[in-house]
């Protein structure tokens, strides 16, 4: 761990080839903003090494400082244009009630445009935007909760430093030298916000490290039919209070495809070259308590998430074990590729947000492996 408060300040140099790399992207003749009074500025076209003293870091207002400018350097009318011309509407840069930093402020910084999109298809038209190449790349948690993959420009960086979106709150992940990845590489994450206020070194280890990023199909990939017997939803690990952070230690209630959950599902069919998901054994009727798949796939239209004690048929809709299905418990180990992953993303925010870029990566923390070994979660995103 790295204590932030005993790191050197960048110096005068090295903030004003930043500053000025940002504010070139969004104009040729860039404008820096001086505040006049608490809630006026005014703008200068001089060169920006004369300027450059405006953005002291210790200036609690340096960063608004920043965002001014390169609204003053794009112009307003071109920034309400951007946004327009992304999702048909504008919104704001910074958005209440917690003033959060959304995408678009994002786009200004690394392309000079105020565009919200981030991922591979315009939200529009549905046609997948150009690669644009970029310093810096971003991973983002909406990847996962949208299904839609970002853009692969934002996967491919020309350096190994990735804003990390985790869905209202932005983080860094970096390498410290230029060298090629290899299978087990150091990356550092930042958080610049307290409570978490954080520069943390990270070992990150699998195979994608040394392969580019897959490339994000011409159209949207569809969902197909899932087969009988495959992974729907994991419910709860009933051994999470043994193995509170240890999650890859524990069991887990599956609840899997039924004949009944499956009648109206209103996927298109699986085209034969595409592999199907892998399908579980459902074993012998439960003689204990059960729960019942029938009701729990429809827990939020019933508000049922009960279990039935040691009955024939539940005591909730009257459906028999045959008729309803009933969920099964299976160790971390055995479940599949797919069933690992899901539960790995949903106790670790940071590895499944990691993914997105390195599919098979896991993370070591001062030398204890995310979900066996370490006591956590991993960096808040």
Not at 45 to 50: F, I, Q, R, V
Not at 133 to 157: F, M, N, R
């Given at each position: 761990?790295?204590?932030?408060?005993?790191?050197?300040?960048?110096?005068?140099?090295?903030?004003?080839?930043?500053?000025?790399?940002?504010?070139?992207?969004?104009?040729?003749?860039?404008?820096?903003?001086?505040?006049?009074?608490?809630?006026?500025?005014?703008?200068?076209?001089?060169?920006?090494?004369?300027?450059?003293?405006?953005?002291?870091?210790?200036?609690?207002?340096?960063?608004?400082?920043?965002?001014?400018?390169?609204?003053?350097?794009?112009?307003?009318?071109?920034?309400?244009?951007?946004?327009?011309?992304?999702?048909?509407?504008?919104?704001?840069?910074?958005?209440?009630?917690?003033?959060?930093?959304?995408?678009?402020?994002?786009?200004?910084?690394?392309?000079?445009?105020?565009?919200?999109?981030?991922?591979?298809?315009?939200?529009?038209?549905?046609?997948?935007?150009?690669?644009?190449?970029?310093?810096?790349?971003?991973?983002?948690?909406?990847?996962?909760?949208?299904?839609?993959?970002?853009?692969?420009?934002?996967?491919?960086?020309?350096?190994?430093?990735?804003?990390?979106?985790?869905?209202?709150?932005?983080?860094?992940?970096?390498?410290?030298?230029?060298?090629?990845?290899?299978?087990?590489?150091?990356?550092?994450?930042?958080?610049?916000?307290?409570?978490?206020?954080?520069?943390?070194?990270?070992?990150?280890s699998g195979s994608s490290l040394l392969l580019p990023p897959p490339t994000s199909p011409p159209t949207p990939a569809p969902s197909y039919l899932p087969p009988l017997n495959s992974l729907s939803s994991i419910i709860l690990s009933p051994t999470k209070h043994l193995h509170p952070f240890k999650w890859r230690l524990r069991t887990?209630?599956?609840?899997?495809?039924?004949?009944?959950?499956?009648?109206?599902?209103?996927?298109?069919?699986?085209?034969?070259?595409?592999?199907?998901?892998?399908?579980?054994?459902?074993?012998?009727?439960?003689?204990?308590?059960?729960?019942?798949?029938?009701?729990?796939?429809?827990?939020?239209?019933?508000?049922?998430?009960?279990?039935?004690?040691?009955?024939?048929?539940?005591?909730?809709?009257?459906?028999?074990?045959?008729?309803?299905?009933?969920?099964?418990?299976?160790?971390?180990?055995?479940?599949?590729?797919?069933?690992?992953?899901?539960?790995?993303?949903?106790?670790?925010?940071?590895?499944?947000?990691?993914?997105?870029?390195?599919?098979?990566?896991?993370?070591?923390?001062?030398?204890?492996?995310?979900?066996?070994?370490?006591?956590?979660?991993?960096?808040?995103?």
């Amino acid at each position: 761990m790295i204590d932030l408060k005993t790191s050197p300040p960048p110096t005068t140099s090295q903030i004003q080839t930043l500053i000025s790399s940002i504010l070139h992207r969004c104009s040729p003749t860039p404008k820096i903003i001086t505040f006049t009074s608490p809630l006026s500025y005014s703008y200068t076209t001089s060169p920006l090494s004369s300027s450059i003293p405006t953005f002291d870091t210790t200036d609690p207002r340096g960063l608004l400082i920043l965002v001014l400018s390169m609204i003053e350097s794009r112009g307003l009318e071109n920034v309400r244009n951007d946004i327009i011309a992304d999702c048909g509407q504008f919104e704001p840069l910074v958005k209440g009630p917690f003033h959060l930093c959304g995408t678009e402020l994002i786009n200004l910084c690394v392309f000079g445009r105020a565009t919200s999109n981030v991922g591979a298809y315009h939200p529009m038209t549905g046609e997948k935007v150009p690669f644009t190449p970029t310093p810096v790349g971003l991973i983002s948690h909406s990847e996962i909760t949208t299904s839609t993959p970002i853009a692969d420009h934002w996967k491919s960086p020309s350096h190994q430093v990735y804003i990390v979106h985790g869905g209202d709150h932005f983080t860094l992940l970096f390498k410290s030298t230029p060298s090629p990845l290899t299978p087990k590489t150091v990356f550092y994450t930042y958080n610049a916000l307290p409570p978490n206020r954080l520069l943390l070194p990270i070992i990150l280890s699998g195979s994608s490290l040394l392969l580019p990023p897959p490339t994000s199909p011409p159209t949207p990939a569809p969902s197909y039919l899932p087969p009988l017997n495959s992974l729907s939803s994991i419910i709860l690990s009933p051994t999470k209070h043994l193995h509170p952070f240890k999650w890859r230690l524990r069991t887990y209630e599956l609840c899997l495809h039924t004949p009944l959950t499956l009648k109206y599902a209103s996927y298109p069919p699986r085209p034969s070259n595409i592999p199907p998901p892998y399908t579980y054994s459902l074993g012998s009727k439960p003689t204990g308590s059960w729960r019942c798949v029938a009701c729990y796939e429809t827990r939020y239209e019933t508000m049922n998430f009960g279990m039935n004690v040691e009955s024939d048929t539940c005591e909730h809709c009257g459906r028999t074990k045959d008729e309803g299905g009933w969920t099964i418990i299976k160790h971390y180990k055995e479940l599949d590729e797919n069933g690992r992953r899901r539960v790995d993303r949903f106790e670790s925010k940071f590895l499944g947000v990691l993914r997105t870029r390195f599919h098979d990566v896991d993370v070591k923390i001062g030398g204890e492996v995310l979900g066996e070994s370490h006591e956590g979660k991993g960096p808040v995103i």
